[in-house]
């Protein structure tokens, strides 16, 4: 990370640390997208397993790391302070953290885990591949987590190259195991969507190895020690994080619970319905990976800026990215619109379910600039460590207004599923106005500028 002056070295700055992100989010995203397209060319009821398993774990494990993502402001205002002696302490005071959640996450999942699915409306079937699909997947629970905390540190570096490369090895060795796992290739066993939950876990353990060696091995990481000495556990750090992370991971879960809250409330619907939603629902959020990737990018900026008070610059960079972001959802508006059918097709092979998830698309349209807007200024917002007010205008965009709404909808009038959609349309926009007068108020108020914007 280095200092700049002009919008012009700002935005290439910017660029250079956003697009390895987006490259690294993208592939994240693309394991979760090949469980989906793989399982369900397996069958429709494997891909409403999958997704009801999803819509299980995604928000636990969003919003989780989301406490793990505090590492990425500590560090990123302790480089812009130069106070990078203290960064090793708090990346592994978070590992322990992580190891902490993990463990407790386990827990409970051994206790509730059933008990959630038997009060769910679901086939045996679709049931089954639910259950054994999380069982799967909880293989990997530690080293996801472990391995939030280790690419928060490299991403706050303003090494996300890094982070990038090593999910682009990954991406291929997850697609591989799917295909042994869910399809029983070379005399594997055929797990149908099960299969994808082995894979990921596997994976997961694949990352985290990657990620050790390179912290250890690879400069500027080595340079810091990382894991040259033992640390004891520290409370007060922990808390740290906590103080931070908390209001970030209660944000994010309030965000994507409620998308997983629709899917399975969606369980009372019929399996193609299931189905379908997932569809559009699992495109929508892979065009959700560019503002997700512009947010990233700010935090680290926009810490780095803070920690060392160049508060114009920080300002900057929050327009600089909410206008990107601002006009990709543009792009992608038209695209979504010209060519839902075919994206439909991609997932399924099935016709009703590509009739239907074409549907469902033409509402992911206004998704899309409402995310543009939202994603950016929470990533700001993140920088500055401005968090407790936005978890709470999460909670009431989404959970107060959005969801409550939705249900009204589909259960009160004849729009049936497509009200749910139009409830997540209303909670989002909702949300974008919130946080963009949070941030106004966080720049003018709390951080006014040094100098002249």
């Known amino acids: 990370m280095n ?3 002009t919008l012009k070295e700002k935005l290439k700055l910017f660029l250079k640390i956003m697009l ?20 369900g060319n397996y069958s429709a009821d494997d891909l409403a397993g999958v997704a009801i398993g999803s819509s299980i774990w995604v928000p636990i494990n969003t919003g989780l790391s989301g406490i793990l993502l505090a590492i990425t402001p500590i560090v990123s205002q302790l480089v812009g302070a130069k106070k990078k002696g203290e960064v090793p302490a708090a990346v592994i005071q978070g590992s322990y953290l992580a190891l902490i959640i993990s463990i407790l996450v386990l827990m409970a999942g051994f206790f509730s885990l059933n008990p959630l699915l038997n009060n769910m409306q679901l086939e045996p079937y679709v049931r089954g591949v639910a259950h054994d699909y999380l069982l799967a997947l909880a293989w990997g629970i530690i080293p996801l987590f472990l391995y939030s905390v280790l690419r928060a540190y490299m991403d706050a570096l303003g090494q996300t190259r890094v982070s990038m490369f090593i999910t682009l090895i990954a991406l291929p060795i997850n697609v591989a195991l799917n295909f042994l796992f869910i399809y029983g290739k070379w005399n594997f066993p055929e797990l149908g969507g099960v299969g994808s939950g082995v894979a990921s876990a596997i994976t997961y353990w694949v990352i985290l190895a990657i990620s050790i060696l390179v912290v250890i091995k690879v400069h500027p990481f080595k340079t810091y020690g990382l894991f040259s000495r033992m640390v004891q556990i520290s409370p007060r750090e922990i808390k740290l994080i906590l103080t931070i992370g908390i209001p970030i991971g209660l944000s994010i879960f309030f965000e994507t619970s409620i998308f ?15 189905a379908s939603h997932q569809t559009a629902m699992n495109f929508s959020s892979f065009l959700y990976m560019v503002p997700l990737s ?34 990709m959802a543009l792009l992608f508006g038209i695209i979504l619109f010209f060519f839902r059918t075919e994206i439909a097709g991609i997932y399924s092979k099935d016709p009703e379910v590509i009739s239907l998830a074409s549907s469902f698309l033409i509402y992911a349209l206004f998704f899309q600039l409402s995310d543009a807007i939202m994603a950016p200024i929470q990533g700001a917002l ?10 709470i205008m999460s909670l009431v965009s989404f959970w107060i207004i959005g969801l409550p709404t939705g249900y009204s909808l589909a259960n009160f009038t004849s729009l049936g599923a497509y009200g749910y959609w139009i409830g997540l349309i209303i909670g989002l926009a909702v949300g974008a106005l919130s946080l963009a007068s949070r941030l106004f108020y966080v720049q003018t108020k709390k951080f006014p500028q040094n100098k002249p914007a």
């Open 3 to 5: 200092t700049t002056e």
């Open 20 to 39: 390895p992100v987006l490259v690294t989010q993208l592939g994240m995203f693309s394991m979760t997208f090949a469980d989906t397209v793989m399982s």
């Open 260 to 274: 997983s809250a629709v899917t399975l409330l969606m369980s009372s619907f019929d399996t193609i319905t299931i």
């Open 294 to 327: 512009i947010s990233m990018a700010m935090t680290i900026v926009v810490g780095f800026e803070v920690g060392g008070k160049r508060y114009r610059d920080a300002k900057q960079y929050s327009r600089i990215g909410t206008s990107l972001a601002v006009s």
């Open 382 to 391: 993140r920088g500055y460590k401005d968090v407790n007010i936005t978890f």
